[in-house]
């Protein structure tokens, strides 16, 4: 009797964990700010992109080692994606604007609080709408260092620059949230 109840309890366990539907496909996601870690990954990609030579393309998102052309929110959805490989994190969306990702996928931080590869959203000086994002390296002298990918001037791809801190550019500081 004993074996059969086992039985029975076992295969009743196994058919509502199974019913739950818990995988890396549900909705029942956590969603947290990213770790200092992964952020320091995703910067550390954003410097192959630079070496790779990779050219601006608006909408571009192209793979590391392919025929490279990224814009700016594809730099950071590319570099996340690579940096999160092999660890239970995901981003909360595969595809995602400067202004979505600022609206909808960070917390805003001050700037005193940013770490190496957080995220700067940045735009027209005299707007206040969001229509670039970078990469945060670090904070000296009075400049904002970052990466990003843009199509200006003498620059067309993904390079490493920086503006005065108190440059109206910068919008807002933010860590990318991510789900797990």
Same mark, same amino acid.
């Not at 730099?75 to 604007?97: E, F, Q």
């Given at each position: 009797?004993?074996?059969?109840?086992?039985?029975?309890?076992?295969?009743?366990?196994?058919?509502?964990?199974?019913? +739950?539907?818990?995988?890396?496909?549900?909705?029942?996601?956590? %969603?947290?700010? +990213?770790?200092?870690?992964?952020?320091?990954?995703?910067?550390?990609?954003?410097? *192959?992109?630079?070496?790779?030579?990779?050219?601006?393309?608006?909408? !571009?998102?192209?793979?590391?080692?392919?025929?490279?052309?990224?814009? +700016?929110?594809?730099? %950071? @959805?590319?570099?996340?994606?690579?940096? $999160?490989?092999?660890? #239970?994190?995901? *981003?909360? *969306?595969?595809? $995602?604007?400067?202004?979505?990702?600022?609206?909808?996928?960070?917390?805003? @931080?001050?700037?005193? #609080? $940013?770490?190496?590869?957080? *995220?700067?959203? $940045? !735009?027209?000086?005299?707007?206040?709408? @969001?229509? /670039?994002?970078?990469?945060?390296? +670090?904070? #000296?002298?009075?400049? @904002?260092?970052?990466?990003?990918?843009?199509? #200006?001037?003498?620059?067309?791809?993904?390079? /490493?620059?920086?503006?005065?801190?108190?440059?109206?550019?910068?919008?807002?500081? !933010?860590?990318?949230?991510?789900?797990?």
């Amino acid at each position: 009797m004993k074996c059969k109840f086992s039985f029975f309890l076992c295969a009743f366990l196994f058919s509502l964990f199974a019913s +739950c539907n818990i995988d890396d496909n549900s909705d029942l996601k956590i %969603v947290v700010d +990213c770790p200092a870690e992964i952020a320091a990954r995703a910067f550390r990609f954003a410097e *192959l992109y630079e070496d790779s030579e990779t050219i601006y393309e608006w909408g !571009g998102q192209s793979p590391l080692r392919s025929a490279i052309a990224i814009d +700016c929110s594809g730099l %950071v @959805v590319m570099c996340y994606k690579y940096a $999160m490989v092999d660890t #239970k994190y995901s *981003l909360l *969306l595969s595809d $995602m604007s400067a202004n979505y990702m600022y609206e909808n996928t960070a917390s805003i @931080v001050p700037l005193e #609080k $940013m770490r190496q590869g957080d *995220l700067i959203f $940045m !735009g027209e000086g005299d707007s206040q709408k @969001v229509t /670039h994002i970078a990469l945060f390296d +670090c904070e #000296k002298d009075g400049n @904002v260092y970052f990466i990003d990918s843009t199509e #200006k001037e003498n620059i067309s791809g993904v390079s /490493h620059r920086s503006y005065k801190s108190g440059d109206k550019r910068f919008k807002a500081f !933010g860590v990318m949230k991510l789900q797990y």
